[in-house]
Nanobody, 124 residues
Framework: QVQLVESGGGLVQAGGSLRLSCAAS??????MGWFRQAPGKEREFVSA????????NYADSVKGRFGISRDNVKNTVYLQMNSLKPEDTAVYYC???????????????????WGQGTQVTVSA
């Protein structure tokens, strides 16, 4: 059974940092990444990374502030978030593809598995 379990969310002041983790189990995955959804808004792409890390994709809104990494031994993907802004407030979701896809697409329809989400709140 496939499971993606996020952790690391919380409340932080603007300018602060958080590190999200997503522990995956049940199979070998292709690209893994992060999406977020703020209240009243659609789910949006944040970042994704291929299995080997040779392809990495970031949303323009987080470039230079967020970094995605992956430990394939632990089957875990991380999102280091620095210089956080109030507009980063959202529920952050981990997403994963079947192994053969393995492309860090920004469209959530290209992802097969999802975590339950973790809340990130950035205060002004």
């Amino acid at each position: 059974q496939v499971q993606l379990v996020e952790s690391g969310g919380g409340l932080v002041q603007a300018g602060g940092s958080l590190r999200l983790s997503c522990a995956a189990s049940g199979r070998t995955f292709g690209a893994m990444g992060w999406f977020r959804q703020a209240p009243g808004k659609e789910r949006e792409f944040v970042s994704a990374r291929s299995f080997s890390g040779d392809r990495i994709n970031y949303a323009d809104s987080v470039k230079g502030r967020f970094g995605i990494s992956r430990d394939n031994v632990k089957n875990t993907v991380y999102l280091q978030m620095n210089s956080l802004k109030p507009e980063d407030t959202a529920v952050y979701y981990c997403a994963a593809q079947r192994f053969l896809t393995n492309q860090p697409y920004p469209d959530p329809r290209n992802y097969d598995y999802w975590g339950q989400g973790t809340q990130v709140t950035v205060s002004a």
